[in-house]
């Protein structure tokens, strides 16, 4: 997707004699959770670092991980056959920014196989057997008495049913033979088992240490999920499960609803296949007033939810409509309670509520040194502040911030593009959740609150947010024959106003010269027309209105 790796892809190769499994992992931030999937099946991790770029501020992110993992880390220098390749230059970097040592660092060229096979050699040398150390030496496996395979993904094929990806941590599958998964205690009878070369190739047996497929034959999403254990054996009560996975947190929320509300089964449906091959999607469903029947989705991030969206709509054919993203807030209420909403329109009654607290990210930007007052500029304008600045080298500077994500997510990744013409990268991950001055703003139409705009923001932000939501809304909702105000209010305070003028027939035209009570006759009686009209109206707002006004600018 967009050029970058946004799905684990696994793949067997023969070199030398060995066998090497080799997963392919997404480096974006929002695809953290692939990586972590990823390690807990590996014995070792190679860092690859573009020439051209140097470190990335998400490199940081997965090294650590990699470490937590407690993985065999090799670090490459990829791409030295490009003409802006500096590879010297990126070195220096590893060696000051990862504390690992530069002599330690191998040099290659994918394009052109320039060292590739170098790599292999280390690899080889240096990563633990699958067999005899690594994942099986820190879970305390000894024997293969005990056939157990830990899923680390997913896939549902329309002929086949769901397809689990395995790595193999004792004893042997075979085809055709019974399996359980522990944690939902389905049995499945394996009709297909193979390797990755990296499409699937039939085998007839799997044994420990390989990666490979499993096809299950199940039609029900819910019964394979990833982090559970396949099992073969005779005692299932005492069969013990493998370290599963961390169950992944939300950190943007939006909805999805369908354009023609008569294809809401097949969004459901297309929904909980998603969900089996992105293990990190939440969803539960959702009702909306303008928009009918959908679903409250949890994404990683921003690019998460693009590519939730885009995947939904070119392999499901779905015509979805996608809300403004939000996130979750704790509401501590008067009578100690505390809560979680995910949308404003879930806020309880302000007199009841004692705080708000919204979620803190750190956030780590790599930048050239010369946009450091820029950067800075559009993080305090969003109610961040630095902690800490590191001077890279003589061109770059790694910079700490902490900030609220919900000013995170709407368009910041955009705007540090934008004032660094490319050259900024970030990487945020959750903090904790800080108490501050927030308020539900809400928005009337023609008197009436319309709970799909209501929005959270910080009371300072308030009144210039408020204006420019009514100004947005004039503009969008088309006029009718009697005037509509457009609204902004904190509880029962009204802060910003807009009003759409109402159509008016020139009710003067037909008269010709004579008295002027007449006209006046005419344009009175015009006027309580009007005013009955606006006491029984309703506004409608179309669909294309409604989610204009949620698109972020």
Not at 89 to 116: F, H
Not at 251 to 272: F, T
Request: aromatic fraction near 8%.
């Amino acid at each position: 997707e967009r050029g970058i790796t946004i799905k684990l892809q696994p793949v067997r190769m023969d070199y030398n004699g060995y066998i090497l499994n080799l997963i392919d992992t997404p480096g974006h931030v929002d695809f953290t959770y692939e990586v972590s999937r990823s390690l807990a099946a590996c014995e070792g991790a190679i860092l690859v670092v573009d020439a051209t770029q140097g470190i990335q501020a998400q490199t940081l992110a997965n090294l650590y991980m990699a470490m937590e993992h407690d993985l065999k880390i090799i670090p490459v220098i990829n791409k030295i056959d490009m003409p802006a390749a500096d590879p010297e230059k990126v070195k220096d970097e590893i060696e000051n920014m990862l504390a690992i040592d530069r002599n330690e660092v191998i040099e290659v060229s994918a394009k052109t196989g320039e060292n590739v096979e170098f790599l292999l050699d280390v690899i080889i040398d240096q990563v633990p057997s699958p067999i005899n150390g690594g994942l099986r030496k820190q879970l305390g496996i000894e024997s293969d008495e005990e056939a157990k395979a830990l899923v680390f993904d997913s896939v549902y094929d329309t002929y086949r049913g769901v397809v689990s990806y395995v790595r193999m941590v004792s004893g042997t599958f075979k085809k055709g033979e019974k399996l359980t998964f522990l944690n939902t205690k389905t049995d499945i009878e394996v009709s297909d088992i193979g390797y990755f070369r990296p499409s699937y190739e039939s085998q007839k047996e799997l044994k420990p240490g390989e990666v490979g497929f499993i096809v299950t034959g199940l039609k029900s999403v819910s019964e394979a999920r990833v982090g559970d254990t396949l099992w073969s054996g005779k005692d299932v009560k005492s069969a013990k499960a493998l370290p599963g996975y961390k169950k992944v947190v939300p950190m943007v929320y939006a909805g999805i609803y369908c354009v023609d509300g008569d294809d809401y089964p097949q969004l459901r449906d297309s929904m909980e296949k998603l969900s089996l091959n992105d293990a990190a999607l939440a969803y539960e469903p959702d009702q909306s007033q303008a928009l009918g029947s959908g679903f409250r989705c949890g994404f990683l991030g921003l690019l998460h939810m693009d590519i939730v969206q885009e995947r939904l709509e070119r392999e499901y054919d779905m015509d979805i409509i996608t809300t403004a993203p939000s996130v979750s807030y704790i509401i501590k209420m008067k009578d100690g309670k505390e809560i979680t909403i995910s949308s404003p329109a879930e806020l309880p009654d302000r007199s009841s509520v004692e705080s708000i607290s919204e979620p803190w990210v750190k956030l780590e930007i790599v930048c050239p040194k010369e946009m450091v007052g820029d950067v800075m500029k559009i993080v305090q304008d969003r109610r961040g502040f630095h902690k800490n600045i590191t001077y890279m080298d003589a061109d770059r500077t790694f910079i700490l911030f902490e900030m609220p994500l919900a000013t995170l997510i709407i368009d910041f990744y955009d705007a540090l593009k934008s004032i660094s013409s490319g050259y900024a990268s970030m990487n945020y991950y959750f903090m904790e959740y800080r108490e501050d001055q927030l308020i539900k703003l809400d928005i009337l139409v023609a008197g009436e609150i319309m709970e799909g705009l209501s929005v959270m923001c910080h009371k300072t932000e308030a009144q210039n947010l408020g204006g420019k939501l009514c100004k947005k809304l004039k503009g969008i909702i088309p006029r009718a024959n009697f005037a509509i105000a457009i609204q902004a209010a904190i509880g029962g305070k009204i802060i910003a106003r807009e009003t759409i003028s109402a159509y008016r027939k020139d009710v003067t035209a037909g008269l010709y010269g004579g008295d002027v009570t007449r006209k006046n006759k005419q344009l009175q009686k015009q006027k309580k027309g009007k005013k009955r009209m606006k006491q029984m109206g309703s506004v409608s707002i179309p669909q294309d209105a409604f989610q204009a006004i949620l698109k972020k600018d």
